[in-house]
C-alpha cells in the first residue's frame, strides 16, 4: 500500500484557477470512485472537500470539483480567492476496508 | 455540530506503547452509520491511515502498521482509543481522529489533532 502521489506545490493568482493531480495505481484510484479530497490549515481540524471523486458535502463552494481519469484524480479549484492557501491531501479506499492518502499539495495563492 | 478530540501524552519514550482517546460529543459513537479512524501525520510528511474501528469492536488495520497497532472502543464513554507499541522517532507525528461515513466511504469529520513526539 504505497502512497498516492501528488505535486508537492501548485500556485496561482486570485480568480485563476488550477488543478492538483493525484495519482495511484489499479489497485485504489484506478479500482474505485472513492477518492476525496481535504484541505488542511495549520492548527486547524481538516475539512473535507470532495467525496466519492465528485460530490461536494453541504457548504463547500462550487468552486472546488473533482474528477478522476484512470489511475489520477484531480482537484480543480476555480476563482483561486486568498482562503484557499493550505495544504490539500487526496485520500483513495484501497480495497478490504483500507485506505490510501497522497502526500499532499501545498497552494500558494499568489 | 459533532466535535472530536483527541487527548493523551504529547511525549513518549522510544520503545514504548503510545496511547490516545479521541472523544466524541455531539453524537454517538454507537451510530451503525459510521466508523472511526485514526489518521496522523509525521512532521513535513503527508497522512497515513493508520485503521478504524466500529462501534461492535470490528478494526481494521494499515498492513503496514498491523503488528502494532490497537484500536479499541468505548461505548460507555463515547470514546476510542489508539494504541501503538514499540515506538520509535519516525513516529513522531500530529494524530488525528475522524469519523468515516460508511455511506460516503470518507471521513467527514476529523479533531485537530495533537502531536505526539516520540524522544528520551
Known amino acids: 500500500q504505497s502512497a498516492l502521489t501528488q505535486p508537492a506545490s501548485v500556485s496561482g493568482s486570485p480568480g485563476q484557477s488550477i488543478t492538483i493531480s493525484c495519482t495511484g495505481t489499479s489497485s485504489d484510484v484506478g479500482s474505485y470512485n472513492l477518492v476525496s479530497w481535504y484541505q488542511l490549515h495549520p492548527g486547524k481540524a481538516p475539512k473535507l472537500m470532495i467525496y466519492e471523486g465528485s460530490k461536494r458535502p453541504s457548504g463547500v463552494s462550487n468552486r472546488f470539483s473533482g474528477s478522476k481519469s484512470g489511475n489520477t484524480a484531480s482537484l480543480t479549484i476555480s476563482g483561486l480567492q486568498a482562503e484557499d492557501e493550505a495544504d490539500y491531501y487526496c485520500c483513495s479506499y484501497a480495497g478490504s476496508s483500507t485506505w490510501v492518502f497522497g502526500g499532499g499539495t501545498k497552494l500558494t495563492v499568489l | 455540530q459533532l466535535q472530536l478530540q483527541e487527548s493523551g501524552p504529547g511525549l513518549v519514550k522510544p520503545s514504548e506503547t503510545l496511547s490516545l482517546t479521541c472523544t466524541v460529543s455531539?453524537?454517538?459513537?454507537?451510530?451503525?452509520?459510521?466508523?472511526w479512524g485514526w489518521i496522523r501525520q509525521p512532521p513535513e510528511k503527508g497522512l497515513e491511515w493508520l485503521g478504524s474501528?466500529?462501534?461492535?469492536?470490528?478494526?481494521y488495520y494499515n498492513p503496514s502498521l498491523k503488528s502494532r497497532v490497537t484500536i479499541s472502543v468505548d461505548t460507555s464513554k463515547n470514546q476510542f482509543s489508539l494504541k501503538l507499541s514499540s515506538v520509535t522517532a519516525a513516529d513522531t507525528a500530529v494524530y488525528y481522529c475522524?469519523?468515516?461515513?460508511?455511506?460516503?466511504?470518507?471521513?467527514?469529520?476529523w479533531g485537530q489533532g495533537t502531536l505526539v513526539t516520540v524522544s528520551s
Open positions: 475522524a469519523r468515516l461515513v460508511t455511506a460516503m466511504v470518507t471521513f467527514d469529520y
Open positions: 455531539g453524537g454517538s459513537i454507537s451510530s451503525s452509520s459510521y466508523y
Open positions: 474501528i466500529y462501534y461492535s469492536g470490528g478494526t
